[in-house]
C-alpha cells in the first residue's frame, strides 16, 4: 500500500508560480514512476508530468513543456511540481499518483492522492 498527501496548492496571478509536493508513505520498492496528472472542471484527467523512482527520467505534456519541473527526493519519499509562468488554463485539481507498471497513462496508476487545487487568475 502507498499513501499520497498533496500539498502548496493556492491561487497565484497569472505570470506567478507555485510548488507542489507529494509526500509518500508506505512501499516504494516496486514503484516505477510517480505522476502528476490534473482536472479541471468538466474536463478529463490530464497528464502533467511524470518521473521514473529509481533513474529519475522526467515526461512531460506538451502544455507544460519548459514551464513545469518534476524532481524528487528519494530519501525524504518526496515528489515536487514546480510550476513557474503560470496561465489561467493551469487552473484544476493537481493530483499526484503512483505507478508500478506506468509512466503517463493515468488508468494504469495504482495510487492516488486527494488533490490539491490550483488557481490561476488573470
Known amino acids: 500500500q502507498v499513501q499520497l498527501v498533496e500539498s502548496g496548492g493556492g491561487l497565484v496571478q497569472a505570470g506567478g508560480s507555485l510548488r507542489l509536493s507529494c509526500a509518500i508513505s508506505?512501499?516504494?520498492?516496486?514503484?516505477?514512476?510517480m505522476g502528476w496528472f490534473r482536472r479541471a472542471p468538466g474536463t478529463e484527467r490530464e497528464f502533467v508530468a511524470a518521473i521514473t523512482w529509481s533513474g529519475g527520467d522526467t515526461f512531460y505534456n506538451s502544455p507544460v513543456k519548459g514551464r513545469f519541473t518534476i524532481s524528487r527526493d528519494s530519501a525524504k519519499k518526496m515528489v515536487y511540481l514546480q510550476m513557474n509562468s503560470l496561465k489561467p488554463d493551469d487552473t484544476a485539481v493537481y493530483y499526484c499518483a503512483s505507478a508500478r507498471n506506468a509512466v503517463t497513462t493515468a488508468r494504469r496508476y495504482d495510487y492516488w492522492g486527494q488533490g490539491t487545487q490550483v488557481t490561476v487568475s488573470s
Open positions: 508506505g512501499r516504494t520498492s516496486d514503484m516505477l514512476a
